[in-house]
């Protein structure tokens, strides 16, 4: 099974309205971090956003925020204000297995966002 | 702060040579990892050092595969004898102490490999 899935292969917004991104996750550990990445066109990869299992509260990061629902195991991103330079793939990734120490990140296949001005 | 460097940023190659490419981690950083991004397979972790010691490489696909850190700024990924499915875009990225659960991996610009 996939342990991470990102639906959308391809979504369209309009500039300056906000977009979700979808991301769900299959662990059965109780404890893991889930992590969005943004990679542009020029192909470096930038760290977004982080959301952990324990967190009560979804985590923010200026225009970005994940909306975090455990019970679903989904950690959406959700872009608001969209602007041209968020035109990117967008990858969703999680690290298990804090109790033997793995610090693997798995990623997902990715989104890729085109902004239309 | 200079982030992760990788180099060469492009290299183009043909089947049966040898490949080394580098990399050098955010300063500080006590882990770094490999990946290999292709289309067909997305993201691929293939070894990732913790202090400078290999800690798991069960994602190098191969035996021409290898993976050395002789110091905490340097890290090579070799690839001896290429062949052309190695094509891909290789990153490295580097981190702080992963006990603490929201420490992001920073990720340098990565190598476009080219085996012909």
């Known amino acids: 099974a996939q342990k991470i899935t990102q639906t959308q292969p391809g979504m369209f917004v309009q500039e300056k309205e906000a977009v979700t991104l979808d991301c769900t996750y299959d662990?059965?550990?109780?404890?893991?971090?889930l992590f969005w990445y943004k990679q542009p066109s020029s192909g470096e990869m930038i760290f977004l956003i982080y959301?952990?299992?324990?967190?009560?509260q979804n985590a923010t990061e200026g225009r970005y925020s994940l909306n975090f629902q455990k019970a679903r195991k989904s950690a959406n991103l959700v872009i608001s204000a969209s602007q041209l330079g968020d035109s990117a793939m967008y990858f969703c990734?999680?690290?298990?297995?804090?109790?033997?120490?793995?610090?693997?990140?798995?990623f997902g296949s990715g989104t890729r966002l085109l902004v239309r001005p | 702060d200079a982030g992760v460097i990788q180099s060469p940023r492009h290299e183009v190659t043909e089947m049966g040579q040898e490949v080394t490419l580098r990399c050098k981690p955010i300063s500080g950083h006590d882990y770094l990892f490999w990946y290999r991004q292709t289309m067909m397979r997305g993201l691929e972790l293939l070894i990732y050092f913790n202090n400078n010691v290999p800690i798991d490489d069960s994602g190098m696909p191969e035996d021409r595969f290898s993976a050395k850190m002789p110091n905490a700024s340097f890290s090579t990924l070799k690839i001896q004898p290429s062949e052309p499915r190695d094509s891909a875009v290789y990153f490295c990225?580097?981190?702080?102490?992963?006990?603490?659960?929201?420490?992001?991996?920073?990720f340098g610009d990565g190598t476009r490999l080219s085996i012909l």
């Open positions: 662990t059965s550990d109780q404890s893991y971090g």
């Open positions: 990225a580097s981190s702080l102490n992963q006990a603490y659960s929201n420490q992001p991996q920073h």
């Open positions: 959301q952990g299992s324990y967190d009560e």
């Open positions: 990734a999680m690290r298990e297995g804090w109790e033997d120490s793995s610090y693997k990140l798995i």
